[in-house]
């Protein structure tokens, strides 16, 4: 019995697994345990298996690439034209065996430890960020109802609440004045956790090579240049830096037909956190770029006279992710290039 691909369908508790060979031929279709999975992949020859890229398959790839299968994960979106028909967990994993033999299909990599742990750490960093923010609105609005407002900037209700709360002269009940400090007293927590998480962000930056060199990058930081780390490591999924900022979102939707070119704007695929974080350090360069006269400040201003500032902003962002793949591939440091280098 010849395999020539194994396609896996996940799942928390119990997992599909379909064997094809030649011809696509389906030569074994059983449900397993992750422990039985394991157990029966270890007494199978090197095979090529795919996996869907979702919950669990980092660790599963890995630990299938142990025993020395070759294994390759694939979006979802890209195994759905393989499903036959209707669906059901034995035609997913016929569909992934199929899909991960094209060779033109788009693999995920497998990640690291490493890269999980920072990963996880800026997915906790940045939900704790989304329930400050969440609870900064809820307190505007009950001290709204009382006729008591305050500036925009969260700086300015920060230094004022515990007054609020205290002044017996401010119209608040009781009851509210208690909830109020509970608000508050989560409020700093929230502010106590997050530090903490960007603390420890900023280290394991400060350890990593890759992460310095992207931070050579302007509006690269620690916590940029850890994501983009964390998302893509040494950028090897990727052929090129145009092919990085397509995953990003930062290029023009395309429907061109018959000759015709259609474009629309940014796609806003992949990674939003990596986007998001990519497009606040376009921000800051925008900011800064007119203390800078070199190679990069110049583009900036002559773009700038240009186009309206969103559009430059995500024009800054999709040349960043450029050099930040191609720092991290060529695995040397970001040099600032001269004006005259430039034009030359």
């Known amino acids: 019995?010849?395999?020539?691909?194994?396609?896996?369908?996940?799942?928390?508790?119990?997992?599909?697994?379909?064997?094809?060979?030649?011809?696509?031929?389906?030569?074994?279709?059983?449900?397993?345990s992750r422990t039985q999975l394991l157990t029966h992949t270890a007494n199978l020859p090197p095979s090529l298996i795919g996996l869907e890229a979702c919950s669990g398959a980092h660790f599963?790839?890995?630990?299938?690439?142990?025993?020395g299968h070759q294994v390759r994960l694939i979006p979802a979106q890209f195994v759905k034209p393989y499903r036959k028909s209707n669906k059901n967990d034995f035609i997913d994993a016929e569909a992934i065996a199929e899909a991960v033999t094209k060779q033109n299909m788009r693999f995920v990599p497998i990640k690291?430890?490493?890269q999980l742990d920072w990963q996880a750490m800026h997915r906790v960093r940045d939900r704790l960020v989304q329930h400050r923010t969440a609870l900064i609105n809820e307190i505007r609005g009950f001290l709204l109802e009382r006729g008591i407002t305050f500036p925009k900037q969260p700086i300015h209700l920060?230094?004022?609440?515990?007054?609020?709360?205290?002044?017996?002269?401010?119209?608040?009940?009781?009851?509210?004045?208690?909830?109020?400090?509970?608000?508050?007293?989560?409020?700093?927590?929230?502010?106590?956790?997050?530090?903490?998480?960007?603390?420890?962000?900023?280290?394991?930056?400060n350890e990593d090579e890759r992460c310095r060199r992207l931070r050579q990058i302007p509006g690269f930081g620690p916590l940029l240049s850890t994501a983009t780390v964390a998302a893509i490591g040494n950028g090897a999924?990727?052929?090129?830096?145009?092919?990085?900022?397509?995953?990003l979102g930062v290029v023009p939707?395309?429907?061109?037909?018959?000759?015709?070119?259609?474009?629309?704007?940014?796609?806003?695929?992949?990674?939003i956190y990596l986007r998001r974080m990519l497009i606040h350090g376009a921000r800051a360069v925008l900011f800064r770029i007119k203390y800078d006269t070199a190679g990069l400040g110049h583009w900036v201003h002559r773009l700038s006279q240009r186009a309206p500032r969103n559009k430059v902003i995500v024009a800054i962002a999709n040349k960043l992710a450029r050099i930040a793949w191609a720092v991290l591939s060529s695995g040397r440091d970001y040099r600032h290039q001269p004006l005259q280098s430039a034009a030359a």
């Open 158 to 205: 920060r230094k004022s609440l515990p007054t609020v709360i205290e002044d017996a002269e401010q119209s608040l009940s009781p009851r509210l004045r208690w909830l109020l400090d509970r608000l508050w007293q989560e409020w700093k927590q929230s502010d106590t956790d997050i530090q903490t998480i960007t603390e420890e962000i900023e280290r394991v930056g």
């Open 237 to 247: 999924a990727f052929r090129r830096g145009r092919d990085f900022a397509a995953w």
């Open 1 to 32: 019995m010849h395999i020539a691909s194994i396609g896996i369908d996940l799942g928390k508790t119990t997992f599909h697994l379909v064997a094809l060979g030649e011809r696509s031929k389906v030569l074994v279709r059983k449900k397993f």
């Open 112 to 114: 690291t430890q490493e």
């Open 253 to 271: 939707r395309q429907y061109s037909t018959g000759g015709k070119q259609k474009l629309f704007g940014i796609s806003k695929r992949g990674n």
């Open 60 to 67: 599963l790839g890995a630990a299938l690439r142990e025993q």
